[in-house]
T-cell receptor
Framework: SAVISQKPSRDICQRGTSLTIQCQVDSQVTMMFWYRQQPGQSLTLIATANQGSEATYESGFVIDKFPISRPNLTFSTLTVSNMSPEDSSIYLC?????????????FGSGTRLTVV | AQKITQTQPGMFVQEKEAVTLDCTYDTSDPSYGLFWYKQPSSGEMIFLIY??????QNATEGRYSLNFQKARKSANLVISASQLGDSAMYFC??????????FGAGTRLTVKP
């Protein structure tokens, strides 16, 4: 299945600053997904990123706060802008490796963000 | 609206015994996929097993099996012969026609020696 390299693995940031998270996939994939996992919670979809088009955001998430880039079929970034302590979460990218559903979606190792 | 429900915040099981983690779902789409993921304390998401809505047989992968009851809209995960390394969060998820995946609240499984 696809292998995803997600960076950084963790970071501690000052409120009001921004952090960009990168996901590099070892194969071309059509769709990439960005999730947020708040402490002790489940995964919540932030947006779906397709190459060559604007990302599609879920209710409660806006582009100004979470801008996403998808310059090609193997790479995407998520920026968490103007951070506050409420943004402290694990952020994960995910892809459908398109090898069939039996392989599931592949996830990056996650970015553990702490905002102070 | 599609919804995934896991009603067990935490479960305990004795090592070498079997345990069932519950998952119910709600969708009006005839075509969907159901997944189970394991999340150890390291935070990575590990895919365990998949069940398609049209699959006639319950999915199995090693010690993992999925008890799929379509009429009841349930997709419970059964872990046989539990091991200490099975202690983790377990998430049930559903994918439907727009390809993104929605997750349940999760169940924290603790395996006792």
């Amino acid at each position: 299945s696809a292998v995803i390299s997600q960076k950084p693995s963790r970071d501690i940031c000052q409120r009001g600053t921004s952090l960009t998270i990168q996901c590099q996939v070892d194969s071309q994939v059509t769709m990439m997904f960005w999730y947020r996992q708040q402490p002790g919670q489940s995964l919540t979809l932030i947006a779906t990123a397709n190459q060559g088009s604007e990302a599609t955001y879920e209710s409660g998430f806006v582009i100004d706060k979470f801008p996403i880039s998808r310059p090609n079929l193997t790479f995407s970034t998520l920026t968490v802008s103007n951070m506050s302590p409420e943004d402290s979460s694990i952020y994960l990218c995910s892809v459908d490796p398109s090898r069939g559903p039996n392989y599931g979606y592949t996830f990056g190792s996650g970015t553990r963000l702490t905002v102070v | 609206a599609q919804k995934i429900t896991q009603t067990q915040p935490g479960m305990f099981v004795q090592e070498k015994e079997a345990v069932t983690l519950d998952c119910t779902y709600d969708t009006s789409d005839p075509s969907y996929g159901l997944f189970w993921y394991k999340q150890p304390s390291s935070g990575e998401m590990i895919f365990l097993i998949y069940q398609g809505s049209y699959d006639q047989q319950n999915a199995t992968e090693g010690r993992y099996s999925l008890n799929f009851q379509k009429a009841r809209k349930s997709a419970n995960l059964v872990i046989s012969a539990s091991q200490l390394g099975d202690s983790a969060m377990y998430f049930c998820a559903m994918r439907y026609n727009n390809n993104d995946m929605r997750f349940g609240a999760g169940t924290r499984l603790t395996v006792k020696p």
